[in-house]
């Protein structure tokens, strides 16, 4: 059985770079899409980015410039960079297993990031 | 603002079917998938591609598709349903690129 656990800093202060980390257990590194999706308190589900097995990403617009999404197939983990983190980057983000049509059937158990000074 | 349009809520008397509605350009070329969360939760994948139920998913849950929406429907809505549901695809250029629905909260009376 795939279990994803995830982990990292859950408490920022503005202009700093919030960085997670996600693990994959009991499933294939390969074939899949590895995305960070958040969700801010009381809000709905934004997608952030996904990374392939070989590296190749793709990013919401919005978040683009702030954010790099990387791999390490060696310990089959991914992981998240969000630069210059704002109130705004307050959410509880999460780490989960695309397939090829974007539907995601395993999630971490989502991490609590608040920005605040 | 998001490219996949939901209702904000729903209601579903016990035992009753519900269709639940999710509306973007996207939709035309790509299926959605749904997902069902429950609060203090993560989502959960409910339907994928044309109508897929993952394995454990109650066959109450039902997905369909035309033109430019798709739908959720739960047929014989039972308590445990009440949560928020939501829809994803690809964005409107056809790229890689995913979007969410803003959700639609499903209450069972």
């Known amino acids: 059985q795939v279990r994803l656990q995830q982990w990292g800093a859950g408490l920022l202060k503005p202009s700093e770079t919030l960085s997670l980390t996600c693990g994959i257990y009991g499933g294939s590194f390969s074939g899949y899409y590895w995305t960070w999706i958040r969700q801010p308190p009381g809000k709905g589900l934004e997608w952030i980015g996904e990374i392939n097995h070989s590296g190749s990403t793709n990013y919401n617009p919005s978040l683009k410039s702030r954010v790099t999404i990387s791999v390490d197939t060696s310990k089959n983990q991914f992981s998240l960079k969000l630069s210059s983190v704002t109130a705004a980057d307050t959410a509880v983000y999460y780490c989960t297993r695309g397939q090829y049509n974007g539907d995601y059937d395993y999630w971490g158990q989502g991490t609590l990031v608040t920005v605040s000074s | 603002s998001s490219e996949l349009t939901q209702d904000p809520a729903v209601s579903v008397a016990l035992g009753q079917t519900v269709r639940i509605t999710c509306q973007g350009d996207?939709?035309?070329?790509?299926?959605a998938n749904w997902y069902q969360q429950k609060p203090g939760q993560a989502p959960v994948l409910v339907i994928y591609g044309k109508n897929n139920r993952p394995s454990g998913i109650p066959d109450r849950f039902s997905g369909s598709s035309s033109g430019n929406t798709a739908s959720l429907t739960i047929t014989g809505a039972q308590a445990e349903d009440e949560a928020d549901y939501y829809c994803n695809s690809r964005d409107n250029s056809g790229s890689l690129l995913r979007v969410f629905g803003g959700g639609t909260k499903v209450t069972v009376l």
């Open positions: 996207s939709l035309r070329s790509y299926y």
